[in-house]
Nanobody, 124 residues
Framework: QVQLVESGGGSVQAGGSLRLSCAASGYTYDTYCMGWFRQAPGKEREGVAAIDSDGNRAYIDSVKGRFSVSRDSAKNTLYLEMNSLKPEDTGMYYC??????????????????WGHGTQVTVSS
């Protein structure tokens, strides 16, 4: 099992920045892909960014050039650097992990382990 704990959320004005962290614990040796998802009130959850253990990354179009996903394998920690934030980036952000190999997916059903989320609020 893998336990995931997110941190770093908060409230910022549009144009601001935040850095989210996700600390993984438990049996993480075979953890291959990790991803960030978000869900705004009344909307479906969407994949934001993902990275595998080889450093391959995937992003949704709306965050390309603004967000950057990275991981520190020695610390078992996933990061999401968010810049030029927009009100539409508001939502609960979740960290997820999966053991299966392959290109880092952005579909939630492809991840097995989930954190409880951290709230990001961007005001205009």
């Amino acid at each position: 099992q893998v336990q995931l704990v997110e941190s770093g959320g908060g409230s910022v004005q549009a144009g601001g920045s935040l850095r989210l962290s996700c600390a993984a614990s438990g049996y993480t040796y075979d953890t291959y892909c990790m991803g960030w998802f978000r869900q705004a009130p009344g909307k479906e959850r969407e994949g934001v960014a993902a990275i595998d253990s080889d450093g391959n990354r995937a992003y949704i179009d709306s965050v390309k050039g603004r967000f950057s996903v990275s991981r520190d394998s020695a610390k078992n920690t996933l990061y999401l650097e968010m810049n030029s934030l927009k009100p539409e980036d508001t939502g609960m952000y979740y960290c997820a992990a999966r053991w299966e190999r392959g290109p880092p997916p952005l579909r939630g059903y492809q991840y097995r382990f989930w954190g409880h989320g951290t709230q990001v609020t961007v005001s205009s």
